[in-house]
């Protein structure tokens, strides 16, 4: 069964409107990324009917996991690899530490890169070393797919559900407080958790593939 968007739009423009995000911006970083080349094929045999655990960087250890099926938002990252655990797929707009996401690049894990009007000269300074599976965009366009989502933790779940996935389970969410792993706090970093919870929480809404691990 697909999982459909046209809730999800929306929500999207309450954030612009929450954050001061501007549509043009965002529909212009995308016109930039689509010079990059082609990344609306479908990843769809990469996740379709796939059982995934999805990790946030509100965790506090990391058990042991499959790395098979382990996917990280990027504040995760670093944790995980410390465990000497290497994703299979990192999810990242490019704001956490560079050289964790190039050695994982380097060491078998996918990257989904999330380029959006704030972060798109980072996305040029970056491309050429993390070599990103797939570039996403706020905003569909002929060469970059959108699935939704804020944060990297949520995009990831509409992302997964998006594509196909049977289940999703999350580890490392807390959307109390800033995770170790998040970076510095910031009253913005708060609004965003909300967010983030209220994303997932109306994804839940509509699916019964997310649970907490």
């Not at 009917?49 to 938002?73: H, Q, T």
């Not at 999810?91 to 996401?101: E, F, H, N, Q």
């Not at 970059?144 to 999703?168: A, K």
């Not at 170790?180 to 609004?191: A, D, T």
């Amino acid at each position: 069964m697909t999982f459909k968007l046209d809730w999800w739009w929306p929500l999207q423009e309450e954030i612009n409107s929450q954050f001061g995000f501007s549509k043009v911006r965002e529909n212009v970083a995308s016109k930039i990324v689509s010079s990059f080349g082609n990344f609306s094929k479908s990843l769809d045999s990469s996740f379709t009917n796939r059982d995934f655990v999805l990790v946030g960087a509100g965790l506090s250890d990391v058990p042991d996991i499959s790395k098979e099926n382990l996917i990280v938002a990027d504040g995760a990252l670093r944790p995980v690899l410390q465990k000497d655990q290497i994703p299979e797929w990192i999810v990242s707009d490019l704001d956490g530490y560079i050289p964790d996401i190039i050695w994982a690049r380097e060491n078998g894990s996918n990257l989904i890169v999330h380029a959006h009007g704030d972060n798109i000269s980072r996305v040029f300074q970056y491309y050429e070393y993390v070599k990103p599976t797939c570039i996403t965009t706020t905003y569909p366009s002929k060469n970059t797919p959108s699935w939704g989502g804020f944060t990297d933790g949520d995009r990831s779940v509409m992302m997964c559900l998006s594509l196909g996935s049977r289940s999703i389970k999350l580890l490392g969410f807390d959307f109390e407080k800033i995770g170790l792993f998040s970076g510095e706090y910031s009253p913005r970093k708060k609004e965003k958790l909300m967010w983030a919870k209220r994303i997932i929480n109306e994804c839940q809404k509509r699916t019964s593939s997310i649970s907490y691990y």
